[in-house]
Nanobody, 128 residues
């Protein structure tokens, strides 16, 4: 049974940093791609970043490019999202999602219906 568990969300001041973690269990191989999404109450889920199974390919939404960095440690079954220069508009619940695949090149990575598994979310609040 696949499970994704996010952690690392917190209250931080504008300009601050956070690192989110997504720990995956139940996968028998490294062939799963992971996306980070965020969603505010009443709004659509927005794709933030994506990483391939090997970690060799990454994508970012324009709104976070240059501020966020996605990475993974397959030995620990963990995907990270380093978030720097945080802004109030980054306030959201952040979710990680995974799709079991060895061939996905990341096309349409920001569409939520491309993923098979989701975590429960972690709250990020950017406020002074």
């Amino acid at each position: 049974q696949v499970q994704l568990v996010e952690s690392g969300g917190d209250l931080v001041q504008p300009g601050g940093s956070l690192r989110l973690s997504c720990v995956a269990s139940g996968f028998t191989t490294d062939y799963y791609a992971v996306g980070w999404f965020r969603q505010a109450l009443g709004k659509e889920r927005e794709g933030v970043s994506w990483i391939s199974g090997t970690g060799g390919t990454t994508y970012y939404a324009d709104s976070v490019k240059g501020r966020y960095t996605i990475s993974r440690d397959n030995a620990k079954n963990t995907v990270f999202l380093q978030m720097n220069s945080l802004r109030p508009e980054d306030t959201d619940v952040y979710y990680c999602a995974a799709r079991r695949t060895s061939s996905w090149n990341g096309s349409t990575w920001n569409r939520a219906n491309n993923y098979d598994y989701w975590g429960q979310g972690t709250q990020v609040t950017v406020s002074s």
